[in-house]
C-alpha cells in the first residue's frame, strides 16, 4: 500500500491538527502562537487577485493551430509556413464589460485571444468576435469603457452612459449595429467567430511588407441567443459559456475554426478607398477576398482554471519574425496597454508563468528579480550586455519591415477615406434580412427607451437615419418605455417625476404622427399610461394630435414653436375640445391644470381664467413659475398671457 500523503505547512512541515485550532485551554481565547491558523488564513486573504478591467470574465483551453496552405510569399513567420506544421496553442474567450462574476449570455463583444508558441518565441493574437471596434483612436478607449461599466454614483451600468458616449461617437455606429444585431450575443464560445480586428503586417523572406487582417472561421457554425433567450439563460446558468466550451472538449468534440486572412501589398494602402488602419470599418472581400491558412483545434482543457485562464496573459505587442504592427492607432495603443496591465495585475515576472512562458523555445535574456521570481533568476550568468562571458546577443535580423511616416509631430484629424461614419453601418443594415432588421431595431430601441435625456436619444438615432434612414427612423419610433402610451424615456421622464408637463417638442411631422397614433390609442399592448402631453410645431400635426386623443391621454400642446401648453389629465374625452390652431390659439379645456412653457417654462397650476392668445381656458389657477412673475408675462418673445394672477 503507497505512502499517504501528508498535509504540510507552507514551509513543508507536517501539520498535526487541521480541525481545531490552538486556544488557552478548552474554552479559551484562540493563541496567536497557532502558525498553521495564521498562515491559512492570511493566504485565503490574498487569493484573489486583481481582475482585469476588460475582459475579466474567460474562459479557456489548450490546443494546436496547423498549417494547411503555406503563405511564405506574403511572411516568413514559422508558424503559418510548411503545410503540416502544428504549433500548440492556448486560446481565451471572453466577455468583454461585466466582472469575473457576470453571466456570459449578455449581448457584449467576446475577447479571442490566441498564443501559438513558435519555435520563434511566442506570438499573441488578441482580437475579438468582431471584425470591427467602437472607436478608432486609443485615447477614447478610457471614457469608451468607463461609460460601459458601472456608474459612479449607482454602481450599476446606465443605459444613459453607453448611449451618450455613443451619440457623441459617431464612428461607432457600425460596431453599435454589429452589436444589437444577432451575432450580439453568441450562444456558446464555439459557435462563433474571430478575428484579429486590426491590421498587421507580415513581411516575407524578400523584405517585402504586406497588410493583413486575420479571420477564424468557425467550423461548428454560427449560433446566437435573442435577448430573451438570453435573459433566462443568464439567470438560470451565469456559466454557460464556460461549461458549454469545458463540456464539449471533455466529451472529445473538439472546436475548430478555420484561418483565413486578407492580404493587401503596402503599396496599395496609400491609395485604398478605405483607410485601411481604421478598425471601425471592414475591407470588402471583393477587394481582398479571403485566403486560407490553416485551422485550429483546442483539444485540452487547463488542469487548473486560476493557474492558466485567470493568469494568462496576451500581449499584442508579442510578435515573432514576419510578423509587425501597422500604423492602426488602436493597435499602437495596445501594444502599451495590454502588457502594462499584466505587469499592473500578475507582476513584472509573469512571463515566466507556465502558460504564459514559450513552450517551444527558451526565454534568455537579462531580467532580473521583481517581485515572485521564482527560478534561478539567471543564476551566476551576468545580467548586463554586451560582454565577454558568452551570454545570449542579439541577432541584428528586424521583425518586420518599417512603417513609413510623414509630417511633424502633433495631433491631426482621423484620415477619412470614406466620407462618413454611416456607410458601411448602413451596407450592413441593407445586407440582412426583414426579420433580422426588426430584432435590431428591437434591441436599440429597447436600449434607446431607457435613455431620459432627449438630446442623447436624438443624437443616437441621427446616427443610425444617418446610415440608412428607414434604420433611424426604426428605432425612433419604437423607443417606448411600456406604460407611457409610447413616448420615449425622454418624453415620460418628468412625468414619472409627478409633474403635469413636460414633453419635448417634436420637430419632424411624420415622427410626431406616428408618436402620436402609438401614444394615444389604448390597446392591450400600449394601456393608458400616466399624465403626458405634446408639443406639436406644425398645425396639422396639432390638429392630428388632437383628433387622437383617447381616454387617459393627459393632454395635447397645439401650437407654434412660441407656444408650449402641456395639460393635466382629463377626466372626460369631451372635455378636450379642438380650437383652430395657429400660433396663438391652443386647445381649449375645462378644469385645464398644465403649463406654459417657452423661454421662460412658465407653470401655472388651477385658479382663475386665463386669456392665452384667442383662446380661454376656463377655470385655470393660481400659481406661476418662472423668470418673470405678475399680471403679464412673455414666452419666447410672444404676448401669450394675459390678466394672469400670482399666486397669494
Not at 483545434?297 to 482554471?305: A, Q, T
Amino acid at each position: 500500500m503507497p505512502d499517504r500523503r501528508i498535509l504540510t505547512t507552507e514551509s513543508g512541515a507536517p501539520v498535526a491538527d487541521n480541525q481545531h485550532s490552538q486556544t488557552a485551554g478548552p474554552g479559551g481565547p484562540v493563541l496567536l502562537q497557532d502558525q498553521h491558523l495564521v498562515e491559512k488564513l492570511a493566504r485565503f486573504n490574498r487569493e484573489r487577485i486583481p481582475e482585469r478591467v476588460v475582459h475579466a470574465r474567460g474562459s479557456g483551453a489548450y490546443g494546436y493551430f496547423e498549417v494547411a496552405r503555406d503563405v511564405s510569399a506574403y511572411t516568413r513567420a514559422k508558424v503559418f509556413n510548411g503545410v503540416g506544421t502544428r504549433t500548440e496553442t492556448f486560446v481565451r474567450f471572453s466577455t468583454v464589460a461585466g466582472g469575473r462574476g457576470a453571466p456570459e449570455a449578455v449581448r457584449d463583444p467576446r475577447g479571442f485571444a490566441v498564443k501559438f508558441y513558435t519555435v520563434d518565441g511566442n506570438y499573441d493574437l488578441v482580437g475579438n468576435n468582431t471584425p470591427i471596434f467602437f472607436i478608432r483612436d486609443p485615447l477614447k478607449f478610457p471614457d469608451f469603457i468607463h461609460s460601459q461599466k458601472p456608474d459612479p454614483f449607482t454602481n450599476r451600468q446606465e443605459p444613459e452612459n453607453v448611449w451618450d458616449f455613443f451619440s457623441h461617437s459617431p464612428e461607432a455606429t457600425h460596431m453599435f449595429t454589429w452589436l444589437f444585431g444577432d451575432r450580439g450575443i453568441p450562444a456558446n464560445y464555439r459557435q462563433m467567430d474571430g478575428f484579429g480586428s486590426h491590421t498587421f503586417s507580415w513581411t516575407n523572406a524578400r523584405g517585402e511588407q504586406f497588410y493583413v487582417k486575420y479571420h477564424f472561421k468557425t467550423d461548428q457554425g454560427i449560433a446566437t441567443l435573442t435577448t430573451q433567450e438570453a435573459a433566462v439563460l443568464a439567470g438560470a446558468n451565469p456559466e454557460s459559456h464556460n461549461s458549454d466550451l469545458l463540456e464539449a472538449i471533455e466529451r472529445r468534440e473538439y472546436p475548430s475554426w478555420t484561418l483565413k486572412v486578407q492580404v493587401m501589398p503596402v503599396a496599395e494602402a496609400v491609395g485604398y478607398r478605405i483607410n485601411p488602419f481604421d478598425l471601425t470599418k471592414v475591407w470588402p472581400y471583393a477587394d481582398y477576398p479571403l485566403i486560407e491558412v490553416g485551422k485550429l483545434v483546442l483539444d485540452k482543457n487547463p488542469d487548473n482554471y486560476f493557474a492558466d485562464v485567470e493568469q494568462s496573459a496576451f500581449d499584442p505587442g508579442n510578435f515573432v519574425p514576419g510578423i509587425g504592427p501597422s500604423p492602426d492607432k488602436m493597435l499602437q495603443g495596445r501594444l502599451f496597454a495590454y502588457g502594462d496591465a499584466h505587469r499592473y495585475r500578475l507582476g513584472i515576472n509573469h512571463t515566466r508563468i507556465p502558460v504564459n512562458a514559450p513552450h517551444a523555445t527558451k526565454a534568455d535574456n537579462y531580467g532580473r528579480d521583481g517581485a515572485m521570481r521564482f527560478d534561478s533568476n539567471g543564476g551566476r550568468s551576468k545580467n548586463y550586455e554586451p560582454n565577454s562571458f558568452d551570454g545570449p546577443a542579439e541577432t541584428n535580423e528586424p521583425h518586420y519591415g518599417g512603417l513609413d511616416t510623414t509630417g511633424v509631430s502633433g495631433t491631426y484629424e482621423w484620415d477619412r477615406r470614406e466620407t462618413d461614419d454611416f456607410a458601411q453601418a448602413g451596407a450592413l443594415y441593407s445586407l440582412i434580412d426583414d426579420a433580422a432588421k426588426r430584432r435590431l431595431v428591437d434591441n436599440i430601441a429597447d436600449g434607446v427607451a431607457q435613455v431620459e435625456h432627449s438630446a442623447i436619444v436624438d443624437r443616437s438615432v441621427s446616427c443610425f437615419r444617418s446610415a440608412d434612414p428607414d434604420y433611424g427612423d426604426a428605432p425612433g419610433a419604437k423607443a417606448r418605455p411600456e406604460g407611457r402610451c409610447g413616448l420615449t424615456s425622454a418624453d415620460a421622464a418628468p412625468f414619472a417625476a409627478g409633474e403635469l408637463g413636460g414633453a419635448r417638442g417634436v420637430d419632424d411631422q411624420d415622427r410626431t404622427r406616428r408618436l402620436v397614433r402609438d401614444a394615444v390609442r389604448n390597446t392591450p399592448e400600449n394601456p393608458p399610461c400616466a399624465p403626458h402631453a405634446f408639443v406639436a410645431h406644425d398645425d396639422q400635426v396639432g390638429a392630428d394630435l388632437c383628433r387622437h386623443a383617447d381616454d387617459g391621454f393627459g393632454g395635447i400642446a397645439c401650437g407654434s414653436v412660441d407656444l408650449r401648453l402641456h395639460a393635466g389629465p382629463l377626466r372626460d374625452r369631451d372635455e378636450l375640445r379642438e380650437q383652430r390652431v395657429s400660433r396663438r390659439e391652443v386647445v381649449r379645456g375645462e378644469e385645464f391644470g398644465g403649463q406654459v412653457g417657452g423661454a421662460n417654462r412658465l407653470r401655472f397650476v388651477g385658479g382663475d381664467d386665463v386669456q392665452v392668445g384667442a383662446a380661454r381656458l376656463g377655470k385655470v389657477h393660481g400659481r406661476l413659475d418662472g423668470a418673470q412673475r405678475g399680471r403679464r408675462a412673455v414666452c419666447a418673445n410672444q404676448k401669450l398671457l394675459e390678466h394672469l394672477t400670482p399666486p397669494p
